[in-house]
Antibody, heavy 121, light 110 residues
Framework: EVQLLNSGGGLVQPGGSLRLSCAAS????????MIWVRQAPGKGLEWVSG????????YYADSVKDRFTISRDNSKNTLYLQLNSLRAEDTAVYYC??????????????WGQGTPVTVSS | QSALTQPPSVSGSPGQSVTISCTGT?????????VSWYQQPPGTAPKLMIY???NRPSGVPERFSGSKSDNTASLTISGLQAEDEADYYC??????????FGGGTKLTVL
């Protein structure tokens, strides 16, 4: 059974940093691309970032480019998202999701439960 | 990258059919058959309902179907049931190697 367990969210001040984690199980982690999607309170879904199965290729939404960094440790079956220079508008629930193939151009077939990030002073 | 355009809300009575549209551009919906649909009941994570325009994952009822014409994709739910009440989001891969979601549509079963 595929499982994605999000963690690492919390309350952080503007300009601060946070690292989110997504622990994966039930599939060959290194064979699949992974993504992060966020959802601001009462708002829709926003794609944030994606990484290939090998970790060699990463992609970002313009809204987070140069502030967020996606990475993965295939030996630990874990996906990460490093959030720097956080702003109030980054407040959201962050979900990790599994792509259906090794490249992030494939659809997302499994999602984590989400971890909330609140940016406030 | 602008969000795909979905109607904010749709409604229907049990047993009826509803269709949710998802309009993009030639840089996303119009360029690829990489359109998918997700169902999100309140307070839960999204769930894949349709992938690559018209394919249903195992376990998704046949009542759910998808299609696409030019820059607009559609999700049709036939034989509406109370359990279908949720938010629905479309998404598409783009020519910029990114993904874009629709703004979401709230389905109400009357």
């Amino acid at each position: 059974e595929v499982q994605l367990l999000n963690s690492g969210g919390g309350l952080v001040q503007p300009g601060g940093s946070l690292r989110l984690s997504c622990a994966a199980s039930g599939f060959t982690f290194s064979s699949y691309a992974m993504i992060w999607v966020r959802q601001a309170p009462g708002k829709g879904l926003e794609w944030v970032s994606g990484v290939s199965g090998s970790g060699d290729s990463a992609y970002y939404a313009d809204s987070v480019k140069d502030r967020f960094t996606i990475s993965r440790d295939n030996s630990k079956n874990t996906l990460y998202l490093q959030l720097n220079s956080l702003r109030a508008e980054d407040t959201a629930v962050y979900y990790c999701a599994k792509n259906s193939g090794s490249h992030h151009k494939y659809y997302f077939d499994y999602w984590g439960q989400g971890t909330p990030v609140t940016v406030s002073s | 990258q602008s969000a795909l355009t979905q109607p904010p809300s749709v409604s229907g009575s049990p047993g009826q059919s509803v269709t949710i549209s998802c309009t993009g551009t030639s840089s996303d919906v119009g360029s690829y058959n990489r359109v998918s649909w997700y169902q999100q009941p309140p307070g839960t994570a999204p769930k894949l309902m349709i992938y690559e325009v018209s394919n249903r994952p195992s376990g998704v009822p046949e009542r759910f179907s998808g299609s696409k014409s030019d820059n607009t994709a559609s999700l049709t739910i036939s034989g509406l049931q109370a359990e279908d009440e949720a938010d629905y989001y479309c998404s598409s891969y783009t020519t910029s190697s990114t993904w874009v979601f629709g703004g979401g549509t709230k389905l109400t079963v009357l």
